[in-house]
């Protein structure tokens, strides 16, 4: 089982509203990610979990809020978004890795849309 | 972190090969260079990796300069599936176990019938 499930796959939330994004491996990786993705643009890096700890935030603000309850779920919290975070939300998870190249797993995005 | 440049779109026709070029004239010597590409809709897919050596896989295979500042991307026969944005990284840094992919721009790639 090679899959990154995304939940919810579509979400329309006003400014005000506080919602999650989702995200379940069971790959038994370690390593799991969040990238934002802009319509035309390539994937920008938001937060890197590794063995459920928060190891990169790319100064990403605060009403984007990370969390990885246990190895195969991580979650992002949504809330007073702007219209301009309207994007895809791209989940990804890896094998541990301090050796030779390894392959990151994406999911198929949640396209959130702020109103 | 070292960058990577590759054109913006190509264009080819199916059932013939298809060469992306990407220069990284700045890779060091421990950055692994890694493809990715995206078809419409979907999150990125891993195509190939190497380091120095030529590489082949199902998908592709890697074609790497002697001096490493430049790699192609090699699809030997082209469908109309392998339409989409082809994306040249050079793994950043590993942090704690976890890799650090930075994006380039990427080429889209077009195949005609």
């Known amino acids: 089982d090679t899959e990154v499930t995304q939940t919810p796959k579509h979400l329309v939330m006003g400014m005000t509203n506080k919602k999650s994004l989702k995200c379940e491996q069971h790959?038994?990786?370690?390593?799991m990610y969040w990238y934002k993705q802009k319509a035309k643009k390539p994937p920008e890096l938001m937060f890197v979990?590794?063995?459920?700890?928060?190891?990169i935030n790319e100064s990403v603000p605060s009403r984007f809020s990370p969390e990885c309850p246990n190895s195969s779920l991580l979650n992002l919290h949504l809330h007073a978004l702007q219209p301009e975070d309207s994007a895809l939300y791209l989940c990804?998870?890896?094998?541990?890795?301090?050796?030779?190249?390894?392959?990151?797993?994406f999911g198929e995005g949640s396209w959130l849309t702020v109103v | 972190d070292a960058k990577t440049t590759q054109p913006n779109s190509m264009e080819s026709n199916e059932e013939e090969p298809v060469h992306l070029p990407c220069n990284h004239s700045?890779?060091?010597?421990?950055?692994?260079i890694h493809w990715y590409r995206q078809l419409p809709s979907q999150g990125p897919e891993y195509v190939i990796h190497?380091?120095?050596s030529n590489v082949n896989n199902r998908m592709a295979s890697l074609a790497i300069a002697e001096d490493r500042k430049s790699s192609t991307l090699i699809l030997h026969r082209a469908t109309l599936r392998d339409a989409a944005v082809y994306y040249c990284?050079?793994?950043?840094?590993?942090?704690?176990?976890?890799?650090?992919?930075?994006f380039g721009q990427g080429t889209r790639l077009t195949i005609n019938p």
């Open positions: 990804a998870s890896s094998h541990p890795l301090y050796g030779p190249g390894n392959t990151i797993y």
């Open positions: 700045t890779i060091s010597g421990t950055d692994y």
């Open positions: 990284i050079l793994r950043a840094s590993i942090i704690q176990g976890a890799q650090k992919l930075v």
């Open positions: 979990y590794s063995y459920e700890k928060l190891s």
């Open positions: 190497g380091l120095t």
């Open positions: 790959m038994g990786h370690r390593a």
